[in-house]
């Protein structure tokens, strides 16, 4: 079974500054995707950025990129220029394109940005 | 606004109660799921349904009765809960289980079992 592990449960950044959120999967595919979805308080969890396993480059998404390393199964998320509203629980996720599409989930980490 | 709604946003309801969580999605997806979301822990799968049809229940306890009348609406009928069961239940659609697209999210039902 596939399982996606955050080892940072929170951090905290100071608005315009860089954060960096890690996440490591475990699975025995070599096709896949990876996902981090963004969950303000209080409202609905929303996509960020997305990765595909057979693609090298590392997706970008505005101040959102990802450093992808596929041999090392790790998919971490870089906010660049902090912004207030980008407080929010943070959450990788992991599908397998065999059999079902269903998303594998970690346990999230909580995000603050302070002003 | 993700085009999935939920209704109600918060429950609170005795152990012999009998209440049902509703889903309603406008984007036209054809799959649905059900997840359960505590804290620290992550998101638990619960049931799947794709085309109307349940393709997935991850060993939920049959006191969690899930029914997808249409592609556009999914129910989670609660009876005899615990307080164990206490968190927010999300719902999710996507186009289907085939391809690969995103899932959406609703925002959830906070459900305190007393």
């Known amino acids: 079974a596939q399982t996606v592990t955050q080892s940072q449960p929170e951090m905290s950044v100071q608005e315009a500054e860089t954060v960096t959120l890690s996440c490591t999967y475990d699975?025995?595919?070599?096709?896949?995707?990876l996902f981090w979805y963004k969950q303000p308080p209080s409202r609905q969890m929303i996509l960020v950025i997305r990765q595909e396993a057979y693609k090298q480059q590392n997706a970008t998404e505005n101040r959102f990129s990802v450093n992808f390393q596929k041999a090392a199964k790790s998919f971490s998320l870089k906010i660049s220029d902090s912004q207030l509203g980008d407080t929010a629980m943070y959450f990788c996720?992991?599908?397998?394109?065999?059999?079902?599409?269903?998303?594998?989930f970690g346990a999230g980490t909580r995000l603050t940005v302070k002003p | 606004e993700t085009g999935v709604t939920q209704t109600p946003r918060h429950l609170v309801m005795g152990m012999t109660n009998k209440k049902s969580l509703k889903c309603e999605q406008h984007l036209g997806h054809n799959a649905m799921y059900w997840y359960k979301q505590s804290a620290k822990k992550p998101l638990e799968l619960m049931f799947v349904?794709?085309?109307?049809?349940?393709?997935e229940n991850n060993s939920v306890p049959s006191r969690f009765s899930p029914e997808c009348p249409n592609s556009s609406h999914l129910f989670l009928h609660l009876h005899t809960l615990q307080p164990e069961d206490s968190a927010l239940y999300l719902c999710?659609?996507?186009?289907?289980?085939?391809?690969?697209?995103?899932?959406?999210f609703g925002p959830g039902t906070r459900l305190t079992v007393l």
């Open positions: 996720a992991f599908m397998k394109l065999r059999n079902n599409n269903d998303m594998r």
């Open positions: 349904y794709n085309f109307k049809e349940q393709t």
């Open positions: 699975t025995s595919e070599n096709n896949y995707y």
């Open positions: 999710a659609s996507s186009q289907d289980r085939l391809t690969v697209n995103e899932q959406f």
